[in-house]
Structures are given as C-alpha cells and as structure tokens.
C-alpha cells in the first residue's frame, strides 16, 4: 500500500534560518508521482511542486529547493533563508501513476518561522 | 483563469439538516476530487469523478454521504443529515489527464462546514 509519513509534526525557526522539511514514502509501484503542497492560515491549497519517479533530478525554484532520492524513498523540502511568510502547514503527496487517480497526503508538517 | 471555485465558503447548520456543498472545476479539467480535512484525520479523499463518472467513492464515510458531478463544470457533495462529527473544511480539487494518469491537481478555497 501506498503511504506517505512526515515525520515532523512541527517545526520553529528563526527567519532568515534554512529548514528541511522530511517526507518519506512508500511505494510498490516503479512509476509514481510525488507532490509538496503548503496551506498557508488562510486555509487554501497551494500546489508547489510535483517530480516524477523518473526524474531524480533536484529542483530549485528560488529559495524553495526539493532533494529526490529513490535510495531512501525520501522527497525532503528545504526552504532556504526562511521567511514569515513561509509559515504554514506543508503537506507531501504520492501519487501512483499505474494503479489508480488517488493522490494520498502525508499528515503535514507545520512550519512556524518566527520573527 | 479561475482556479476551482467552491460555495459556500462557511456553512453552520444544525444536526440533522441536510447540506449540500458545490463545486466548479477549472475549465478543461476532467477529474474531480472531493476532500475532507479535520485536525484528527488529516486530508482524506472521499470520492473522485473523471468525465463525471464517479471513480472511487470507498472514502465517503457513510450512506449519509452523495456526490454527483451532472457536467464537466459543476459537482455537489450533499451530507444529509448531517451530524456535528462531520464539520470539517471540505475541498475541491481538479485536475487534468495526463499520459500516465492525473496531473497535478488544483485545489478550491475549501468550505468550512459547522454542524452544531
């Protein structure tokens, strides 16, 4: 069965402090998707990223950076100089490509970056 | 372009009433996925539609619980009658086929729902 477990129930730095965020998965399937979302305290679902299981490839998109490895089934994401504004509940998800449409979300983590 | 669009955004009803709770996809979009988020259990999925066909429904909790999709632009999920257990902020998601199954899919605003 699919699952997906953040460790990290929370989470508090200081601004400006760069923090990982771990998200570790399991999967019988070969080809999957995976997904972080973030939910800011205005309750709404932002996509942020997804990676196929194809592509082990790291990602940066500003200070957002997101580390694939198949070895340890782990998608961690990493925010670096933290900002207030990152504050939020980050929710990882997998998606199994072959199998069915569910994408199945880990329990989030949330983050507090404090002033 | 509008993202998904989900009304009402807070409902408070009384046990037992009957709630009905709406959704627009994002145009283009042919699958629907309805959700319910609680402090205790998290996101879970309760049914999801692909060209308005219901898919999976083994999430919907229990027979109190329909949804129906009549076009590609609109769908309800309906609790009738509801109980106090089932307030929750409930959301909507699209998404869009890709080759090897749904993309990314995009979630609506979410309706926080209050049954007292």
């Known amino acids: 069965a699919q699952k997906v477990t953040q460790a990290q129930t929370e989470i508090s730095v200081v601004e400006k402090e760069d923090v990982t965020l771990d998200c570790v998965y399991e999967t019988r399937d070969t080809t999957y998707y995976l997904f972080w979302y973030k939910q800011p305290p205005s309750g709404e679902l932002v996509f942020l990223i997804r990676?196929?299981?194809?592509?082990?490839q790291n990602e940066i998109s500003g200070r957002y950076s997101w580390n694939f490895q198949k070895s340890t089934s782990s998608f961690n994401f990493t925010i670096t100089a933290s900002q207030v504004v990152d504050s939020a509940v980050y929710f990882c998800?997998?998606?199994?490509?072959?199998?069915?449409?569910?994408?199945?979300f880990g329990k989030g983590t949330r983050l507090h970056i404090l002033p | 372009d509008a993202g998904v669009i989900q009304s009402p955004r807070h409902e408070v009803t009384e046990m037992g009433q009957e709630v009905t709770l709406r959704c627009k996809p994002i145009?283009?979009?042919?699958?629907l996925f309805w959700y319910r988020q609680t402090m205790m259990r998290g996101l879970e999925l309760l049914i999801y539609?692909?060209?308005?066909?219901?898919?999976?429904d083994s999430g919907m909790p229990e027979d109190r619980f329909s949804a129906k999709m009549p076009n590609a632009s609109f769908s309800t999920l309906k609790i009738q009658p509801s109980e106090p257990r089932d307030s929750a902020v409930y959301f909507c998601?699209?998404?869009?086929?890709?080759?090897?199954?749904?993309?990314?899919?995009?979630f609506g605003p979410g309706t926080r729902l209050t049954v007292l």
């Open positions: 998601a699209s998404g869009v086929t890709s080759a090897l199954g749904t993309d990314t899919q995009y």
């Open positions: 998800a997998l998606s199994e490509m072959n199998r069915d449409d569910k994408i199945i």
């Open positions: 990676r196929n299981s194809f592509d082990e």
């Open positions: 539609f692909n060209n308005n066909v219901p898919i999976d």
């Open positions: 145009s283009g979009h042919d699958y």
